[in-house]
Every structure is written in C-alpha cells, then in structure tokens.
C-alpha cells in the first residue's frame, strides 16, 4: 500500500513540474495539513468524550452486563466462544462504540478481543471462524448514531448534519445482515 501512495505522489509532483503548477502543489500541502487539523479539532471532543464513558462502562462493570444482554445474538454467531468469556466484553464493547458511531473509540476493543480471540485459537496461523466473524462485524459497523460523521457535517457548516441518520442506519444494517449471511454461507452453517 506505502508503495502504491509513493507512486501516486511522485506522479503527482512530477506533473505538477511538468505543468508548471509546482506552487499550486504547495499551496494545497499547506491547506490541506490545516484541513486535516481542522477536522481532528472538530471530532476531538466527541472522541474524548465517547471514549470516557466507554472507559467509565467498562469499570463499572456495565460491559459484563451489556455482554451478557448481547449474549443471545452474540452466542449463535460466536459458537466457539464459551459464555462468559473475556473475547465476548471487548466484542460487546466494540459493537456498542461502532453502534454509536466511535470507530476511534471502537479499535482498542477490537485490538483486545482479536487478542483474546487468538488465546482460543487452536491454529495460531490461521484466523479462527470467531475472528473472521468478528472481523465482518467490525467491517460492516452497524450505526445507529454517526457521531463521528454528524461531527464532521458540523465542522464542514452543515445545513443539517444529522439528515444522515437514517441512510446510515439502512446502508448500516443491510452490510452488517449481508456479512453476517456470507459468513454463515462459508462457514456452511444455516
């Protein structure tokens, strides 16, 4: 990937000589580092704030509880999990930071429950059904509330920045139902 963007950049710079348009390139380098600014200074608050209460959930115990009301759904997509264990609170966690929109906040639940997940793994080198199904959970990220995108909208002056909601939810949903059902195909199970 660092190659194909090397490639991409050099062309770039290369056509802006070419052009003639080398300050143009500058000026977009400029601009665009004090976009990207911009847009962290923007979602930084939601971040520190889902973040903190992800973390004040987690110490409270309200994870184990999630996890448990979770369980049902999370038992028959996770066979191979035994109830009660740790993988089940990170992949609770990680599902409930994606539902609201924290992809940021969602990635060290996932990092903790591929780890935990490896811990059940028989063959280390290869991912196990679990991981791959969480995996596509975490891809698919069903949303109920973007804050993350609605944070953006804002930052970018939106006339409405919340008019997203519901084709997230659908767009959100039908990715989540379709991996869920290709996962259950190659697995072979009904």
Known sequence: MSTIWLIFIIIGISYSFISGNTSLVN???VSSAKKSLDIFLGIFPNIVLWSGIMKIV????????????????LGKLFKEIPKGHESLSYISSNITSNILGL?????????????????????????????????????????????????????YNSVNPTNVLIPIIITTFLSTLIGILLDKLFKGEK
Do not use: H
Request: with cysteine; aromatic share 6%.
């Open 27 to 29: 000026n977009e380098v």
């Open 103 to 155: 992809g940021s906040a969602a990635t060290p639940f996932g990092l903790k429950a591929m780890e935990s997940l490896q811990e059940l793994n028989n063959d280390k080198k290869t991912i196990s059904k679990s991981m791959r199904t969480f995996i596509i959970l975490n891809i698919t990220g069903f949303c109920i509330i973007p804050t993350t995108i609605i944070s953006l909208r804002k930052t």
């Open 58 to 73: 987690s110490d409270s115990g309200l994870i184990k509880k999630i996890s448990n009301f979770l369980y049902p759904v």
